[in-house]
């Protein structure tokens, strides 16, 4: 399809996880008209709705959470057409859960932290814990979310959860 799609948005690109944090407005663009004079026409649609003939530009608003699809279709003169669709992702919550369990070895030597979150609409990318505030945090990408810890060496942890958005919780 050679209608463009142009514009900015905040942020430029989605998260690390493919998901946009927050509500996303494109703007759509035809191109001129071919140097030989003859004519495509474009449409587009979004989620399956009815096709709408892209004359020279248009704003295309995405107002809810969750999947979306651009579809662009181009016809030329002799009918021939071309098709794309495009996906976006949207998650405009935190994570939805972050709880931490603990238990510790018999003898007391190394604790064990169980780390249970969830986020209900983009899913996670990755749960983690670092043992002080200026230390990196050691991420996990899958579950089960468990670390242990020496008893003696670290006096508290911290855990948190990002969503595939970005949004973190601590």
Same mark, same amino acid.
């Given at each position: 399809?050679? *209608?463009?799609?142009?514009? /900015? @948005? &905040?942020? #430029?690109?989605?998260?690390?996880?493919?998901?946009? =944090? $927050? !509500?996303?407005?494109?703007?759509?663009?035809?191109?001129?008209?071919?140097?030989?004079?003859?004519?495509?026409?474009?449409?587009?649609?979004?989620?399956?709705?009815?096709?709408?003939?892209?004359?020279?530009?248009?704003?295309?608003?995405?107002?809810?959470?969750?999947?979306?699809?651009?579809?662009?279709?181009?016809?030329?003169? *002799?009918?021939?057409?071309? /098709? @794309? &669709?495009? #996906?976006?992702?949207?998650?405009?919550?935190?994570? =939805? $859960? !972050?709880?931490?369990?603990?238990?510790?070895?018999?003898?007391?030597?190394?604790?064990?932290?169980?780390?249970?979150?969830?986020?209900?609409?983009?899913?996670?990318?990755?749960?983690?814990?670092?043992?002080?505030?200026?230390?990196?945090?050691?991420?996990?990408?899958?579950?089960?979310?468990?670390?242990?810890?020496?008893?003696?060496?670290?006096?508290?942890?911290?855990?948190?959860?990002?969503?595939?958005?970005?949004?973190?919780?601590?």
């Amino acid at each position: 399809v050679k *209608a463009c799609i142009s514009g /900015t @948005q &905040e942020p #430029a690109s989605p998260a690390p996880g493919g998901w946009y =944090d $927050r !509500l996303l407005t494109l703007e759509l663009t035809a191109p001129k008209a071919q140097a030989d004079g003859s004519a495509e026409r474009y449409f587009y649609s979004l989620d399956g709705a009815g096709e709408t003939e892209l004359l020279s530009s248009a704003r295309v608003s995405l107002y809810s959470e969750g999947a979306h699809v651009l579809a662009l279709r181009s016809q030329d003169a *002799a009918g021939n057409e071309q /098709t @794309q &669709e495009i #996906a976006f992702h949207v998650d405009l919550r935190e994570v =939805d $859960r !972050l709880d931490v369990s603990a238990t510790q070895e018999s003898d007391g030597t190394y604790a064990y932290l169980t780390i249970a979150a969830q986020d209900m609409t983009s899913g996670l990318y990755a749960v983690g814990y670092r043992t002080s505030d200026t230390a990196p945090w050691t991420d996990q990408k899958t579950s089960p979310y468990a670390i242990r810890v020496p008893v003696d060496q670290v006096r508290s942890v911290q855990v948190h959860a990002v969503d595939n958005a970005g949004h973190e919780k601590i």
